[in-house]
């Protein structure tokens, strides 16, 4: 009688484990899968951002000095911050190829950014995201420049151009200097032309 029982059940238990194995191999189909996938993507990525950056800038952008002051960000738009690109003059560049450049250099630094200095970029965001855009002769000063902005600490992005159209390969179109306080910028960029 005992091994009968044994026999009867063996039957629903291989019954509960084949519903078990098709609800798992349903559960793992694309169209359930991926959408679970891309929301959990998603949810991390909002739980990242809610993170306060734990560096003002990234080590790339710090220069090497001990006792430089580092400027200070505050949370909200009190003090204005600005980006302002430098275009090259001597490339002789058309309309449309600096505003792809130009397009190039801030979503460079907006990337960045993201890495090495989110609340900055929140910042900047909340302030409305000014961008200015002004003219430098060559390319030695737009290395001056870049220099005299990461000396005081700003954040720097150069654009290096892929060559296929209007300028050669690696040509340095375009500076973004900051997000930044704008006494800051200006002390690097207030000079130059608008173009």
């Not at 991390?44 to 790339?60: E, T």
């Not at 000014?130 to 150069?158: D, Y």
Request: hydrophobic share 35%.
């Amino acid at each position: 009688m005992f091994p009968s029982i044994l026999n009867s059940n063996q039957p629903r238990d291989k019954q509960q484990q084949k519903q078990k194995g098709e609800w798992l191999a349903g559960s793992f189909k694309a169209e359930n899968f991926i959408p679970g996938l891309v929301i959990g993507f998603l949810f991390g990525l909002l739980l990242d951002l809610s993170k306060p950056s734990r560096n003002n800038l990234s080590r790339k952008q710090l220069p090497s000095t001990k006792n430089q002051e580092q400027p200070s960000f505050s949370s909200n738009c009190d003090r204005e911050l600005k980006m302002v690109l430098v275009v090259r003059q001597d490339l002789k560049m058309k309309s449309g190829k600096i505003a792809s450049q130009c397009a190039h250099a801030a979503t460079g630094m907006y990337a960045e950014l993201m890495q090495s200095n989110r609340s900055l970029l929140r910042q900047w965001e909340q302030c409305g995201q000014p961008k200015i855009v002004v003219t430098c002769r060559n390319q030695q000063e737009m290395n001056k420049l870049k220099e005299a902005a990461e000396s005081i600490g700003l954040p720097t992005f150069v654009v290096a151009d892929a060559g296929r159209t209007q300028v050669l390969a690696g040509s340095k179109t375009v500076l973004a200097v900051g997000p930044g306080p704008k006494s800051s910028v200006d002390a690097v960029t207030g000079r130059l032309p608008l173009l």
